[in-house]
Protein backbone atom coordinates (compact mmCIF):
# COMPACT_ATOMS: atom_id res chain seq x y z
CA UNK A 1 0.00 0.00 0.00
CA UNK A 2 1.48 3.40 -0.84
CA UNK A 3 0.52 6.50 0.83
CA UNK A 4 -0.53 9.68 -0.03
CA UNK A 5 2.12 12.75 1.74
CA UNK A 6 0.00 15.48 0.53
CA UNK A 7 -3.48 14.07 2.34
CA UNK A 8 -1.86 11.67 4.58
CA UNK A 9 -4.55 9.21 3.43
CA UNK A 10 -3.60 5.79 1.90
CA UNK A 11 -3.52 5.13 -1.81
CA UNK A 12 -5.50 1.87 -2.80
CA UNK A 13 -3.07 -0.82 -3.45
CA UNK A 14 -1.72 -1.26 -7.51
CA UNK A 15 -4.96 0.56 -8.51
CA UNK A 16 -6.96 -0.83 -11.66
CA UNK A 17 -4.17 -3.33 -13.34
CA UNK A 18 -2.98 -2.13 -16.73
CA UNK A 19 -3.20 -4.68 -19.79
CA UNK A 20 0.35 -5.77 -19.77
CA UNK A 21 -0.11 -6.24 -15.35
CA UNK A 22 -3.37 -7.91 -15.91
CA UNK A 23 -2.06 -10.33 -18.90
CA UNK A 24 0.67 -11.26 -17.00
CA UNK A 25 -1.59 -12.14 -13.78
CA UNK A 26 -3.60 -14.16 -16.25
CA UNK A 27 -1.07 -16.32 -17.31
CA UNK A 28 1.06 -16.78 -14.20
CA UNK A 29 -2.49 -18.01 -12.63
CA UNK A 30 -3.17 -20.11 -15.62
CA UNK A 31 0.41 -21.49 -15.66
CA UNK A 32 -0.15 -22.16 -11.71
CA UNK A 33 -3.25 -23.97 -12.29
CA UNK A 34 -1.64 -25.99 -14.81
CA UNK A 35 1.06 -26.83 -12.85
CA UNK A 36 -1.02 -28.47 -10.20
CA UNK A 37 -3.47 -30.19 -12.21
CA UNK A 38 -0.75 -31.79 -14.33
CA UNK A 39 0.79 -33.32 -10.63
CA UNK A 40 -2.39 -33.98 -9.20
CA UNK A 41 -3.75 -35.75 -12.18
CA UNK A 42 -0.98 -37.05 -14.01
CA UNK A 43 1.95 -37.00 -12.16
CA UNK A 44 3.77 -34.67 -14.40
CA UNK A 45 6.11 -32.12 -13.17
CA UNK A 46 6.52 -29.70 -15.43
CA UNK A 47 9.67 -27.77 -13.20
CA UNK A 48 11.94 -29.74 -14.63
CA UNK A 49 11.33 -29.15 -18.49
CA UNK A 50 10.48 -25.36 -17.94
CA UNK A 51 11.52 -24.45 -14.58
CA UNK A 52 15.37 -22.58 -14.37
CA UNK A 53 18.04 -25.52 -14.36
CA UNK A 54 21.36 -24.35 -14.93
CA UNK A 55 23.51 -27.54 -16.06
CA UNK A 56 20.73 -28.20 -18.73
CA UNK A 57 20.75 -24.50 -20.19
CA UNK A 58 24.59 -24.69 -20.34
CA UNK A 59 25.58 -28.36 -21.17
CA UNK A 60 22.31 -29.07 -23.01
CA UNK A 61 21.43 -25.49 -24.30
CA UNK A 62 17.60 -26.26 -22.71
CA UNK A 63 17.95 -21.85 -23.37
CA UNK A 64 13.70 -21.36 -23.06
CA UNK A 65 14.62 -22.36 -19.34
CA UNK A 66 15.96 -18.61 -19.21
CA UNK A 67 12.27 -17.29 -20.09
CA UNK A 68 9.62 -20.42 -19.38
CA UNK A 69 11.09 -20.58 -15.19
CA UNK A 70 9.10 -16.85 -14.31
CA UNK A 71 5.83 -18.63 -15.20
CA UNK A 72 6.21 -21.39 -12.82
CA UNK A 73 5.33 -21.15 -8.88
CA UNK A 74 6.38 -23.61 -6.09
CA UNK A 75 2.89 -23.05 -4.02
CA UNK A 76 -0.06 -20.36 -3.35
CA UNK A 77 2.04 -18.21 -0.95
CA UNK A 78 5.06 -18.46 -3.66
CA UNK A 79 2.70 -17.00 -6.46
CA UNK A 80 0.08 -14.98 -4.10
CA UNK A 81 3.23 -12.78 -3.17
CA UNK A 82 4.58 -12.10 -6.53
CA UNK A 83 1.15 -11.24 -7.89
CA UNK A 84 0.21 -9.03 -5.20
CA UNK A 85 4.06 -7.11 -6.09
CA UNK A 86 3.28 -7.12 -9.59
CA UNK A 87 -0.03 -5.68 -9.30
CA UNK A 88 1.00 -3.13 -6.99
CA UNK A 89 4.29 -1.95 -7.95
CA UNK A 90 4.35 -3.14 -11.85
CA UNK A 91 0.31 -1.07 -12.53
CA UNK A 92 1.96 2.46 -11.74
CA UNK A 93 5.30 1.69 -13.69
CA UNK A 94 3.43 0.47 -16.58
CA UNK A 95 1.56 3.68 -16.53
CA UNK A 96 3.95 5.63 -16.72
CA UNK A 97 6.17 3.89 -19.24
CA UNK A 98 3.59 2.37 -21.53
CA UNK A 99 3.04 -1.38 -22.21
CA UNK A 100 5.83 -2.08 -24.93
CA UNK A 101 8.86 -0.28 -22.06
CA UNK A 102 7.34 -2.05 -19.12
CA UNK A 103 7.34 -5.32 -20.83
CA UNK A 104 10.55 -4.96 -22.33
CA UNK A 105 11.82 -4.18 -18.90
CA UNK A 106 10.20 -7.14 -16.90
CA UNK A 107 11.63 -9.56 -19.43
CA UNK A 108 15.09 -8.05 -19.62
CA UNK A 109 15.06 -8.46 -15.74
CA UNK A 110 13.72 -11.71 -15.65
CA UNK A 111 16.12 -13.28 -18.28
CA UNK A 112 18.97 -10.76 -16.17
CA UNK A 113 18.29 -12.72 -13.39
CA UNK A 114 18.23 -16.44 -15.20
CA UNK A 115 21.68 -15.65 -16.76
CA UNK A 116 23.43 -14.27 -13.67
CA UNK A 117 21.73 -17.66 -11.65
CA UNK A 118 23.49 -19.54 -14.67
CA UNK A 119 26.54 -17.90 -14.57
CA UNK A 120 26.71 -18.40 -10.58
CA UNK A 121 26.31 -22.23 -10.53
CA UNK A 122 26.65 -23.46 -14.47
CA UNK A 123 26.57 -26.83 -13.14
CA UNK A 124 24.11 -26.64 -10.63
CA UNK A 125 20.66 -28.91 -11.08
CA UNK A 126 18.52 -26.90 -8.42
CA UNK A 127 15.62 -26.26 -9.81
CA UNK A 128 14.91 -22.31 -9.82
CA UNK A 129 11.16 -21.14 -10.59
CA UNK A 130 8.67 -17.69 -10.09
CA UNK A 131 9.13 -14.33 -11.44
CA UNK A 132 10.65 -13.31 -8.22
CA UNK A 133 13.66 -12.02 -10.78
CA UNK A 134 11.13 -9.47 -12.52
CA UNK A 135 9.38 -8.33 -9.48
CA UNK A 136 12.80 -7.47 -8.05
CA UNK A 137 13.61 -5.83 -11.29
CA UNK A 138 10.39 -3.46 -10.68
CA UNK A 139 11.04 -3.22 -6.86
CA UNK A 140 14.44 -1.36 -8.41
CA UNK A 141 12.68 0.51 -10.60
CA UNK A 142 10.38 2.28 -8.39
CA UNK A 143 12.54 2.76 -5.80
CA UNK A 144 14.90 4.52 -8.28
CA UNK A 145 11.80 6.32 -10.18
CA UNK A 146 9.47 6.82 -6.82
CA UNK A 147 12.82 7.18 -3.79
CA UNK A 148 10.41 9.16 -1.87
CA UNK A 149 7.20 7.05 -2.01
CA UNK A 150 6.39 5.92 1.35
CA UNK A 151 5.18 2.36 1.04
CA UNK A 152 3.07 0.47 4.28
CA UNK A 153 5.07 -2.21 4.73
CA UNK A 154 2.53 -5.21 5.37
CA UNK A 155 -0.33 -2.78 5.65
CA UNK A 156 1.29 -1.31 8.65
CA UNK A 157 5.35 0.17 8.72
CA UNK A 158 5.54 3.06 6.90
CA UNK A 159 9.00 3.31 4.61
CA UNK A 160 10.33 5.21 2.16
CA UNK A 161 10.74 3.30 -1.78
CA UNK A 162 14.57 3.93 -1.46
CA UNK A 163 15.17 2.51 1.55
CA UNK A 164 12.96 -0.17 1.26
CA UNK A 165 14.61 -1.35 -2.30
CA UNK A 166 18.26 -0.46 -0.58
CA UNK A 167 17.15 -2.73 2.98
CA UNK A 168 15.76 -5.53 0.17
CA UNK A 169 19.00 -5.41 -1.47
CA UNK A 170 21.42 -5.92 1.12
CA UNK A 171 19.29 -8.89 2.66
CA UNK A 172 19.53 -10.42 -0.97
CA UNK A 173 23.08 -9.60 -1.47
CA UNK A 174 23.79 -10.83 1.92
CA UNK A 175 21.66 -14.22 1.51
CA UNK A 176 23.46 -14.76 -1.66
CA UNK A 177 27.00 -14.79 -0.51
CA UNK A 178 26.57 -16.29 2.99
CA UNK A 179 26.10 -19.74 3.87
CA UNK A 180 22.43 -19.73 5.27
CA UNK A 181 21.43 -17.98 2.13
CA UNK A 182 19.06 -20.27 1.20
CA UNK A 183 20.53 -21.49 -2.32
CA UNK A 184 20.58 -19.92 -5.78
CA UNK A 185 17.19 -18.08 -5.70
CA UNK A 186 18.67 -15.11 -3.95
CA UNK A 187 21.41 -14.67 -6.81
CA UNK A 188 18.20 -14.50 -9.24
CA UNK A 189 16.18 -11.94 -6.98
CA UNK A 190 19.93 -10.22 -6.88
CA UNK A 191 20.60 -10.38 -10.76
CA UNK A 192 16.40 -8.81 -11.14
CA UNK A 193 17.61 -5.85 -9.27
CA UNK A 194 20.80 -5.74 -10.68
CA UNK A 195 19.91 -5.81 -14.11
CA UNK A 196 16.69 -3.50 -13.55
CA UNK A 197 19.35 -0.89 -11.92
CA UNK A 198 21.75 -1.18 -15.34
CA UNK A 199 18.40 -0.55 -17.53
CA UNK A 200 17.43 2.31 -15.51
CA UNK A 201 21.42 4.15 -14.24
CA UNK A 202 24.09 2.09 -15.94
CA UNK A 203 26.64 3.35 -18.19
CA UNK A 204 25.52 5.52 -21.47
CA UNK A 205 27.05 4.75 -24.45
CA UNK A 206 27.70 7.99 -26.85
CA UNK A 207 25.54 5.38 -29.73
CA UNK A 208 23.42 3.10 -28.02
CA UNK A 209 23.21 4.80 -24.71
CA UNK A 210 22.12 1.98 -22.42
CA UNK A 211 24.06 -0.98 -22.96
CA UNK A 212 20.95 -3.67 -22.91
CA UNK A 213 18.91 -1.56 -24.47
CA UNK A 214 21.41 -1.06 -26.97
CA UNK A 215 22.07 -4.73 -27.55
CA UNK A 216 18.02 -4.98 -28.45
CA UNK A 217 18.51 -1.88 -30.98
CA UNK A 218 21.17 -3.74 -32.28
CA UNK A 219 19.27 -7.17 -32.66
CA UNK A 220 16.46 -5.61 -34.50
CA UNK A 221 18.63 -3.59 -36.69
CA UNK A 222 19.98 -6.55 -38.15
CA UNK A 223 17.05 -8.54 -38.11
CA UNK A 224 15.84 -5.41 -40.29
CA UNK A 225 18.99 -5.86 -42.58
CA UNK A 226 18.72 -9.57 -43.58
CA UNK A 227 15.26 -8.92 -43.78
CA UNK A 228 15.71 -5.81 -46.47
CA UNK A 229 18.41 -8.20 -48.01
CA UNK A 230 16.45 -11.33 -49.05
CA UNK A 231 13.16 -8.36 -50.15
CA UNK A 232 15.93 -6.81 -52.06
CA UNK A 233 17.57 -10.20 -53.44
CA UNK A 234 14.01 -11.54 -54.34
CA UNK A 235 12.69 -8.41 -55.97
CA UNK A 236 16.17 -8.54 -58.04
CA UNK A 237 15.60 -12.02 -59.36
CA UNK A 238 11.77 -11.32 -60.58
CA UNK A 239 13.30 -8.24 -62.54
CA UNK A 240 15.80 -10.12 -63.78
CA UNK A 241 13.17 -13.07 -64.69
CA UNK A 242 10.54 -10.56 -66.72
CA UNK A 243 13.93 -8.91 -68.69
CA UNK A 244 15.02 -12.60 -69.50
CA UNK A 245 10.89 -13.50 -70.91
CA UNK A 246 11.01 -10.17 -72.88
CA UNK A 247 14.18 -11.06 -74.64
Known sequence: ?????????PFVIGGSATPAVRALLVANVAVFLFQTIARAMVQVRIERLFGLVPYDVVHHLFLWQLGTYMFLHGGLFHIAFNLLALWMFGTELESLWGTRKFLRFYF???????VMTTLVGPSSYTVTIGASGAIYGL???YGLLFPDRVILLYFVLPIRAKYLVLILGLITFWSSVSATGGGIAHVAHL???????????????????NPLTGAYRRWKRDRLRKKFQVYYQRTRGEDKGREDDRR
Open 1 to 9: MRWDRGSGR
Open 108 to 114: ITGIGAA
Open 191 to 209: GGMLFGWLYLRGPKWPRWG
Open 139 to 141: LAA
